[in-house]
């Protein structure tokens, strides 16, 4: 009787973009290697909030997450630094062609806790076929964007944690860059400004965009003709794709504020493998695979991923199936804004949007949002300074 295969686990999270390539590559993985099963599950929001990925790494041999985790990381140890099991000429390539700051967002405290599988940033989508049926151009300023808001033609995600990463946003395009002191996240009266431009726009938007999420808007944007641009929302080129959602989205670059291009917040996600694993040679083989230049740029677009390598973002045949997507928003990722990493940030990140919502929706006044938010600030400090 032949062994029983090795099987592994892995955990991501729940969209066509975040599951299928890596269950195709799974499935090749399986060809490749007969003796080794990899399982995918997809982790739902309330596990994100309710069970920390440091306990999930007992669980899993495999895990998606989020660059701001990996201050966690450096201090549990609980996945393993990669440039240590990892060929040093892999990581150099891996290095040498990330998309924005996506690879070395990863790494922290000396050590490359994940491999940039997926690169992402807020950036504007449009239906180019309702914009050219009603004689509308893209717009290219912050002007262009508030007049066509104006018409109720203009849609972006409201959620508390989108809002807080164009609030990051908003600051750099007001002059201050956020989280330099351990006091205030701003000054005062840099927030405020941020504030009061924030309320402007959102003011003019549905409020249902105060429940969405970005995949919530590119879904409204290509299952009806209600709205025809959005000028910041993670990226997901999956709706580029003909055949994926009743109409397709183009995506582009930034638009300017003040005479200078905006400059939005990296996202993205990293591939880690847990230091509890009892296969870490397989796990490891099939990490090295999936962020490997040859399947980021070949099979893992064309199951519907959005790739952390370079080369597949300039890769004619991924672009040409996607609108262009990766190339004309690819200068928005590089200019993209990376967040802090501290141990800690993570409880900030998970609340701070909570009163900057209550505030742009009217139900908190500025200045007791301002407060509430670096109250949540102070706490995520002390966090990181625990032992």
Known sequence: MADSPKILKGITWGHTRGLVPLQACAQRFREMYPDVHIEWRQRTLQEFADYPIEELTKSYDLLVIDHPWVGCAAKTHCVLPLEEHLPEEFIKNQQENQVGGSHDSYNFG???????????APVPSFRT?????????????????????RKGKVA?????????????????????????SEELIVR????????????????????????????KVAEMMTSGNDFWYCPFAYGYANYTHRGYAKYQLHYGDLVSFNGK?????????????SEFSEHKKEALKFAQMVASERYQSTEFVLHGGQPGHRKAWLDETNNSISNNCFQDSLKSLDNSYLRPRYNGYLHFQDHAGDPLQQFLKGEKKMKDAFIEMNSIYEESLKMKNEK
């Open 188 to 215: 005062e009266k840099s927030a405020f400004l941020v504030m009061e431009r924030m309320k402007e726009f959102y003011s003019l938007l549905d409020g249902k965009m105060f429940q969405a999420n970005p995949i």
């Open 261 to 273: 291009k905006l400059r939005s917040t990296l996202g993205g996600t990293g591939l880690s493998v």
């Open 110 to 120: 000396g050590h490359q806790w994940a491999l940039a599988i997926d690169a992402a």
């Open 129 to 149: 076929d309702l914009l050219h049926k009603n004689d509308a151009e893209i717009p290219k300023t912050w002007e262009q964007v508030l007049d066509l808001a």
């Open 156 to 180: 972006a995600p409201a959620i508390p944690i989108d809002l807080l990463m164009n609030f990051y946003m908003f600051c750099q395009a007001h002059g201050e860059m956020p989280f330099q």
